[in-house]
C-alpha cells in the first residue's frame, strides 16, 4: 500500500497488521530479507516466542508475542526468539504501536523489529568463558591443595634417615618416574639387592606389569604374576619375604636360592602395584619392615598425586585452549557482525546514491545536446564548463560507490587473486576524507605479481592502519605507503610521521587501545593480526615516540 512504502526507509524490519481481521496490510523491504519464509502471520507466529506472557486468556495462539501486540490495548515493547530453523534461532527486540487517523484511529499495529542476535550470542559466549575460567580456577585450587600435602608430608617427624631421605624424594617431585627411580635405588641399597623394580597392577586382568626398573631396560613392560601364596598377603596389605627359586611364575629359576621381598603399595583400599626386591643375602627383617610400612604408604599416596596432577595439567592445558578459542571465536563473531552490518548499509546507501545519479546523468546528457544550439558563444561555453564540471562530480560519485562495493565484498568467501596496489588505491580513496586536511600521502609501489588471498580481509587491515596512521597525525605530516615483492613474499609497509607510541607490546590485543575513552575500541588491530594469521602471514609495528610508527606486512604469494 503506498501509504505504507514510508517504512521501506526503515533499516529494520516492520510489519503492519489490521487490528479486527488480522490481515498483513504491509512488510517493508527490511522485513522481507529478514524473513523470506513468511507467509501467513499465524505460521509466522508459531516461530516467535517470549518468556513473559501479557494476556490472561485461555487461548493458546493468544500467547504469541505477534497476537498479544494485535489484541493489546496499548503499545508494549517485548524480546522474542523466532525459529528458523531446527535448534537455530534469531533474537528481536519488538516494539508494538497503535496507529491510524481520523476513523482508522487504533485500526493498525505497527510493529517493529530490532536484530539483537549478536548481542545475546555475545553474552552466551561470555557465559561460557566466565564458567571456563570458573573451572580453572578450581582446578587451581586442587593444584595448591596438593602442593600443600606436599608441604605438609616434608615436615614430618620422621624415624630414620632413610625414611626422611625418600618422603624428600616423593615431595620435592610430582613426576612418576622421578618419585620411583630414586625410591627403588635406596631400597636397593638398603636391602644390598640385584634387581629392583615396581610393578603396576591391572585389575581387569588381576595381572602385574614392571613399568620402573633399575638399570634392565629389556624387563621394562614385562607382564608377571605371583604365586597364591603371595598373591594372598599381597591382597591382605602385607609383605611376602621368603626365599626363592623362581622370581615369578614364568621367571626362569634361579641356579640357588635368593631372598625375594614383595611388599603391595595400597591407596585407601585400592592396590596400585607391588615393590619386588632380589637379593642373595639372606637375613630376617625386623626394623626394616617398619622402613617398609612407611615408604609404602608414602609412595601409594605419592603415585596417586601424581597422577592426579598429570590428569589435572592436562585439563587445565585442554580448558585454556577452549578459552582460548572461545576468546577467538568472540572476536572473529564481532568483526562478522561488523562487516555484515557494514555491507548491508553500504549496498542500501549505493542503492540510493544511484537513483538519484542516473537521474542527473541523463539530464547531463540532454543539457549537452542543448547546449549545441545556444548561439551565443560565452554563454555557450560557460553552459559548457558547468556540464562538464557536472560530469566530473558524477564519474566521482560512481568511482565511490564502485569503491565502497568493492571494499565490502562479502561474497568473496574464497581465496582469490588481487591487485594489492589497486586494492591499496581503493582504501585510499574511501578515507579521502582523514587525508585531504594537511596529510600527504606517498605511494611508493613495487611492481608486485597477483596474490592469492581474501582481498575483502586484506583491505580491512590496510584500512584499520591508515586510519590509525591518520588519527596519530595531529596536524600535518606524510604517510608512506610502500609494496614490494621479495623471496616469494608480499612486503606491505604503512610508515607516518605522527606522534607515535611507547609501547607496542599489546597493541594486538583484544580491548587494548592507545586512544581515548570513547574513541578507540581495541578491537581494529587484534582483528588485523587474526586475518594476517589467516594468510599464514606476521604482521610487525616499529614506533617511536613523536617520531612515528611503522607496520610491516609479509604474506607468501601461495
Known sequence: MEKFEFFNKFSNPVLIVENETFDVKYQ???????????KTLKTFSHKLSCEICLLDTSNWEAHSPILQAIESNESFITHVSYQYQTNKHRYYDINALKRGRGKYKGKYTIIFFVDVTADVEYQQLLEEKNAVEKKCELLDEDIKSLESIKDKAQTQALKMALINKISNIMNESIDLPAIIVPTLKELSILFNSFRTYYAEYNMKINQFKITQILDEEEKQGMPIMFDSS??????????????????????QPFKEAVQRIVFPIYYMKELLGVVVLLSRQHRELREEKDIIENISSQLGTAIVHAKLYKKNLETVKELKKTLKELNETQLQLINSEKMA????????????????????KANNEIYTKLINKIDDTKLRELFDHINNTDKEAIKKINNLVISLKTFVRLDEAEQQEADINKEMDIILDLIRHETKHGIKVIKNYGKIPMINCYPNMLNQVFMNILVNACQAIENEGTIVITTSFKDGNLVVSIKDDGKGMKDTKKIFDAGYTTKGAGIGTGLGLAISAKIIAKHKGKIDVKSEVEVGSEFIITIPSK
Do not use: W
Open 28 to 38: 517493508n523491504n527490511a522485513f522481507k530479507r529478514a524473513f523470506p519464509d513468511f
Open 341 to 360: 552490518s557494514l555491507g548491508q548499509l553500504i549496498a542500501g546507501v549505493a542503492h540510493e546514491i544511484n537513483t538519484p545519479i542516473a537521474a542527473i
Open 230 to 251: 603371595v598373591m594372598q598377603k599381597i591382597s591382605k596389605n602385607e609383605i611376602s619375604d621368603m626365599p626363592c627359586l623362581k622370581e615369578y611364575l614364568s621367571a
